[in-house]
């Protein structure tokens, strides 16, 4: 298994500026990624955080608005940039790959940041 | 490419009533699915998920789903719905990879 945790747990910020949420894991995994989860929706994938690498992302969502990091196999921030109303949303780590089998692996999720701009 | 469908955003049932969500897929490979359930300000919890094996997957808290690949479906089971259950469901599919892709969701109601 795998326990995951974020930071913040939630802010509320100015449209404009900028949060990094910061993902830590509790072991080492293979995947990395970030969702969204809008008021009353379900779970949009922002992009999968690659360790040393530049994250791959999602159609609709780009680096300049979402950069992301992922120094080592246990951390990785993402970061909502020039924020406007309609980023207010949950935002959600996510990890998949502590046994390196797609068809046995659980995904695990943070407990999420829940952001949001005025 | 994957997608699915989940029938129902929102499902109301009495205390001790069978629980039916439901869910379609669509996959161009052989599918991994699952089923999550959140519950109201925390995140998602695995209730179970189908890997090819057995068709008929039991989870946790008494839930069970059944593989149709006729059908294209993977709905979500409970023969007798506790008050506690009331959450949001969401099933999910895996198909060529790690990326796992959500339904949007369907919300759960118990009577009392």
């Known amino acids: 298994s795998a326990v995951i945790s974020q930071k913040p747990s939630r802010d509320i910020c100015q449209r404009g500026t900028s949060l990094t949420i910061q993902c830590q894991v509790d072991?080492?995994?293979?995947?990395m990624f970030w969702y969204r989860q809008q008021p009353g929706q379900s779970l949009t994938l922002i992009a999968t955080a690659n360790q040393g690498s530049e994250a791959t992302y999602e159609s609709g969502f780009v680096i300049d608005k979402f950069p992301i990091s992922r120094p080592n196999l246990t951390f990785s921030t993402l970061t909502v940039s020039n924020m406007s109303p309609e980023d207010s949303s949950i935002y959600l780590c996510?990890?998949?790959?502590?046994?390196?089998?797609?068809?046995?692996?659980?995904?695990?999720f943070g407990p999420g940041t829940r952001l949001t701009v005025l | 490419a994957q997608s699915v469908t989940q029938l129902g955003s929102h499902v109301s049932v009495s205390e001790g009533a069978l629980v039916l969500l439901r869910c379609n897929y669509s996959s161009s490979v052989p599918p991994y699915l699952f089923w999550y359930v959140q519950y109201p300000n925390q995140g998602l919890q695995l209730l179970l998920k189908?890997?090819?094996?057995?068709?008929l997957v039991k989870g946790i808290n008494g839930f069970e789903a059944e593989f149709k690949k006729s059908e294209t479906s993977f709905h979500l089971t409970k023969p007798s719905a506790h008050m506690s259950d009331a959450a949001e469901y969401f099933c999910?599919?895996?198909?060529?990879?790690?990326?796992?892709?959500f339904g949007a969701g369907t919300r759960l109601f118990v009577k009392a």
């Open positions: 072991s080492q995994v293979t995947m």
């Open positions: 999910a599919v895996r198909a060529g990879g790690f990326k796992t892709i």
């Open positions: 996510s990890v998949v790959g502590t046994s390196g089998s797609p068809s046995t692996d659980t995904q695990y």
């Open positions: 189908y890997t090819s094996a057995a068709t």
